[in-house]
């Protein structure tokens, strides 16, 4: 065997058939061994007990904004991978809707050789589909996706800015078959904006314009606003054979739509996002207010998204983090359509997720293929990504299901300064995330430096 420069012993591994007790050994950056003494040493350059805990593959954040280039007084992708470091995530996939929104291969060059220096995780980003006649030479930049909000430019905040959103089934279809020919998913953010214009104005005509409102207004008719979105997208999908990934999945008309599409056969998958499941409560909308929209989702829906991850339907967890300064979540307590929806996540969803794994909501294997071995599937970063076995990056998470913390504004990473689930006790939190062999975090303390990061394209 090759030279061991970090041993990890003792651990519950996982892997694809579930957990077993084994040591881990890596080289170069790779895991290279899995197993116990006399198949792996017992000492090496580095040794890691970890007696009592779980090892996971490191997280995968499909969809985080990381605000860079345009918004860098909410986060850039040095604080925004400090925080994923700190929250277990190991490679995070970026958003279009930067300034300027990436519909260019020179923009695109430009964000990446930027990001290559500054990241303290790996990193890919998904350009926007809007310009059809980009699309090719942008798919060979090696993104994993491409990425559309089903929106208009209305002048306001996300996620109505130029250069990210398509309002037109035409040039709708027109994206998804342009992508398609690329072989790469298309990410949609699904939006009726014509019948949230209608439902949306009834509230302005009545001069509300409350947190209480704008929430209402996206949740109207059990989601209409939603499903009648995702009802053309899998339509198309179904007429041009195109990869589609959902975003934002929330309302059980959706899951329903997609279960059939997997039923079919066709590529197509979704992701959930944790303030969906932890975050978008009444109680919350009437506490919190801007500070928890994003969007409220009622009970039900909750109940349904459950189901649907322990069934199988939902493949991923995507945080959708999106930070928002303090002054510009302000302005929603007056007037939430003024104020930008989103809010930091990335730091904190695996302690809310192993939180509820400790309240028997879900399985760790579940949370684990929902996490990351799916999403390396689907995006083709498989098996470098997402799977603890020989050969496979060693981009690890070592978990304490035991440990009790209350996560605070103190101890968050992101530039913004606060995390809505201030205040909130979890039981089971990342103690150890490593990057290729690596420690970029040690008990809530970022080791990692600045360039860290690769960027990590698909592989075939």
């Known amino acids: 065997m090759e030279k061991v420069e970090l041993l990890l012993k003792n651990g519950e591994v996982w892997t694809p058939g579930g957990f077993v007790e084994a040591d881990l050994a890596v080289s170069g950056g790779r895991i290279i061994a899995l197993g116990k003494p006399p198949v792996l040493p017992d000492s090496a350059d580095a040794v890691i007990d970890a007696k009592g805990k779980k090892i996971i593959p490191g997280l995968i954040d499909t969809h985080t904004h990381h605000r860079d280039p345009g918004f860098t007084h909410k986060e850039d992708i040095t604080t925004a991978t400090m925080a994923a470091a700190a929250g277990g995530v190991t490679f995070s996939i970026g958003m279009p809707n930067v300034n300027p929104p990436t519909t260019t291969v020179e923009r695109y060059r430009a964000l990446i050789e930027h990001h290559k220096k500054n990241a303290i995780v790996d990193f890919n980003h998904n350009p926007s589909g809007t310009v059809p006649e980009e699309i090719p030479s942008l798919a060979k930049e090696g993104p994993l996706a491409f990425k559309i909000f089903m929106v208009k430019d209305t002048g306001r905040d996300y996620p109505h800015m130029p250069g990210i959103g398509i309002n037109n089934n035409g040039e709708l279809f027109k994206c998804f078959e342009t992508v398609g020919q690329t072989g790469l998913p298309l990410m949609v953010h699904p939006h009726d904006q014509d019948l949230m214009d209608e439902i949306e104005g009834r509230y302005w005509k009545r001069e509300d314009r409350s947190p209480q409102a704008y929430a209402k207004a996206y949740r109207e008719f059990d989601g209409i606003i939603w499903d ?184 968050t990473y992101t530039r913004v300064g606060w995390t809505p689930y201030h205040g909130r006790k979890v039981k089971g939190v990342p103690i150890r995330t490593i990057l290729r062999g690596k420690t970029v975090m040690q008990d809530g303390k970022i080791t990692g430096k600045l360039g860290d990061g690769q960027l990590v394209k698909p592989l075939r």
């Open 228 to 411: 009648t979105a995702m009802s053309t997208l899998f339509r198309m999908q179904k007429a041009l054979g195109s990869k589609l990934h959902i975003l934002h999945m929330s309302t059980p008309e959706g899951l329903a739509m997609l279960r059939r599409a997997k039923n079919e056969g066709r590529p197509c998958s979704c992701e959930v996002n944790p303030w969906a499941m932890f975050l978008g409560t009444w109680e919350n909308v009437e506490k919190l207010g801007p500070y928890c929209l994003g969007f409220w989702v009622p009970p039900a829906h909750v109940d349904a998204l459950w189901q649907a991850i322990n069934d199988g339907t939902i493949d991923v967890i995507g945080t959708d983090h999106a930070p928002h300064t303090k002054d510009e979540k302000e302005k929603g307590w007056k007037d939430m359509w003024s104020c930008p929806g989103g809010e930091p996540q990335i730091q904190d969803y695996l302690s809310l997720f192993l939180d509820a794994v400790n309240q028997g909501k879900l399985s760790l294997d579940t949370l684990v293929r929902i996490s990351s071995y799916n999403a390396a599937k689907i995006f083709n970063v498989y098996p470098r990504k997402g799977v603890i076995q020989p050969g496979s990056d060693a981009d690890l998470v070592i978990i304490d299901m035991n440990k009790e913390e209350v996560i605070t504004n103190e101890t």
